[in-house]
């Protein structure tokens, strides 16, 4: 069956933006690029794998998901970021039609149920922290991009609330000289 994958870049203190959305802080040269590019090509922009020369069709995703802001990080100049995969945006907003675009008020937990028992890849939970929040029961695994970077304030990995302790057990940890860890986690069931 496939999992949901949440893979996502986050500062030491936990942020997966900083307070207006902004991600350009985060390291995107060094070490840990060719790792990335090797492991998830289908993880960068549809664009810029192209520049890159990076085969698509080897990774480990099929489907994307993310919240409205994370979708709007990529719009002024990718309104379309991943179009080799299916993408899946929640939102009540209303947003411009692309390839392999689905925008859907649905209930996430509903869709990702759905997609488990669908042929395909993995499904990467790109972000943001509300979608995660709704989807904690259904994360399979946990795989951080961890940067040295600090934002002190920002779009946190899971929104703020009242639930049990999502229970996770460390499956590997990969370090670069860039100071970027790359550490993957199996949510205890």
């Known amino acids: 069956m496939r999992e949901l994958v949440y893979y996502v870049a986050v500062p030491l203190d936990g942020y997966i933006a900083g307070p207006e959305h902004q991600i350009g802080d985060f390291l ?8 990335q590019f090797a492991e998830f090509p289908d993880a960068v922009p549809t664009a810029g794998a192209a520049q890159l020369g990076l085969d698509q069709h080897i990774g480990r995703f099929s489907t994307v998901l993310m919240g409205a802001n994370t979708h709007g990080v ?69 795989i951080l991009k961890r940067q040295p970077l600090l934002f002190g304030n920002g779009v946190p990995l899971f929104a703020p609330g009242d639930y049990a302790p999502m229970r996770l057990d460390l499956v590997r940890t990969q370090n670069f000289a860039s100071g970027v860890s790359l550490m993957e986690y199996l949510v205890r069931r």
């Open 74 to 142: 990529g719009l002024p100049g990718a309104p379309n970021p991943y179009s080799h995969l299916e993408q899946i945006v929640f939102t009540h907003r209303d947003l411009p039609e692309a390839e392999n675009l689905r925008v859907t008020a649905e209930d996430p937990v509903e869709v990702v149920r759905e997609l488990r028992h669908r042929g395909g890849k993995d499904i990467w939970l790109c972000g943001g922290a509300q979608l995660a929040t709704q989807l904690r029961g259904e994360i399979d695994r946990l």
């Open 28 to 35: 995107y040269e060094g070490d840990h690029m060719d790792a």
